[in-house]
């Protein structure tokens, strides 16, 4: 098994190196999947995963001397990647990367974001995160950005009044139309986002993956700036690019009845033609699938794969929430 992930990783390697100057870093990634996992499927005999099935990964990193923060994110859903033992195996990997990626540079504090392509399934990942600064990957200096940026996400509040009452745009956007609210968003305290909201800040700014303050703070599980982001407006059935909505990214059932008392719409539906309870019966806990029920939504909605949340449910091996969902009215 060491020979062979060795040799994947090798291979990857060459096949990204090899079409670099014809195509694009992610076209050659996408070269190097295809004959890889065909390698792997012979080899190893490959089951089935059909959640999550993205290919590549955005490790979204800071680094000051050492890691301070990493988030996996998956490119099909735009949102952190749920399966734990994926997120775990990928930043893992990522870490390796970071500390030569980082040097290669020049840099001493970084942020940024890190590709990672992934090959294999439920039983084989092979893992291989993009280390040149040549390549697809995104780097920049913390340094070089926005002050109320940076107060923002210290959760600074004297530095965020003064910035503002000296002129400082509260809805300016970095290279990513990331906005300062979406980053006090992930914040614990959110005493920096209330002063970002009562100064004016559009609550429903989106970024270039169409994410928004809101779907930033489910994304960090943030129970008191969902509330905050609620209660100044903002629009709980907003998705981003890839169709995902907030409901469909909460994980904790005190965020799911926040939304849900807000209007979300528990039978929206992203690009894949998953809704809200797909998702939660494969990934969270019996406590959110009872709260999304408490919603009465239809239970026998078909995927683009036509899978139903019962179907999701049993192939994840979730008796519990099985029973749920057939006491609700769910059919094969």
């Not at 955005?58 to 490119?75: Q, T």
């Not at 309870?277 to 026998?300: I, R, Y």
Request: with cysteine; proline share 3%; hydrophobic share 45%.
């Amino acid at each position: 098994m060491r020979w062979s992930l060795q040799l994947i990783r090798r291979f990857m390697r060459i096949e990204i190196k090899r079409h670099r100057k014809r195509i694009s870093g992610l076209v050659a990634a996408a070269v190097a999947f295809v004959l890889v996992s065909a390698y792997l499927v012979g080899r190893f005999r490959l089951r089935h995963f059909p959640y999550p099935d993205s290919m590549l990964y955005e490790v979204v990193f800071n680094w000051d001397g050492g890691i301070k923060s990493l988030r996996v994110v998956n490119e099909r859903t735009g949102l952190e990647e749920k399966d734990r033992q994926l997120r775990r195996m990928i930043a893992a990997e990522a870490e390796k990367t970071l500390p030569s990626f980082v040097r290669s540079l020049g840099l001493s504090r970084a942020q940024g974001t890190l590709y990672c392509y992934l090959a294999g399934g439920k039983e084989f990942y092979a893992i291989e995160c993009q280390d040149s600064a040549e390549g697809t990957s995104e780097i920049y200096d913390p340094d070089a950005k926005k002050p109320l940026m940076v107060a923002a996400q210290k959760g600074d509040v004297a530095a965020i009044k003064e910035l503002i009452q000296s002129g400082a745009n509260v809805n300016a956007p970095d290279q990513h139309s990331e906005t300062a609210l979406m980053r006090a968003a992930r914040l614990e305290d959110s005493a920096a986002l209330s002063a970002l909201v009562g100064a004016g800040a559009n609550v429903n700014a989106k970024d270039s993956e169409g994410r928004t303050a809101l779907l930033a703070a489910v994304e960090a599980r943030n129970i008191r700036a969902v509330k905050v982001l609620i209660a100044a407006g903002a629009e709980v059935n907003a998705a981003n690019n890839k169709g995902w909505t907030a409901l469909m990214a909460a994980e904790t059932p005190e965020i799911v009845r926040a939304l849900l008392a807000a209007g979300a719409n528990v039978n929206a539906t992203n690009q894949e033609g998953e809704t809200a309870l797909m998702v939660a019966a494969l990934f969270d806990t019996p406590a959110v699938v009872k709260v999304l029920l408490t919603a009465h939504p239809d239970v026998n909605i078909r995927s683009k794969d036509a899978q139903t949340a019962l179907d999701l449910a049993k192939s994840g091996g979730r008796s519990d929430v099985e029973a749920l969902l057939r006491k609700a009215g769910a059919v094969e």
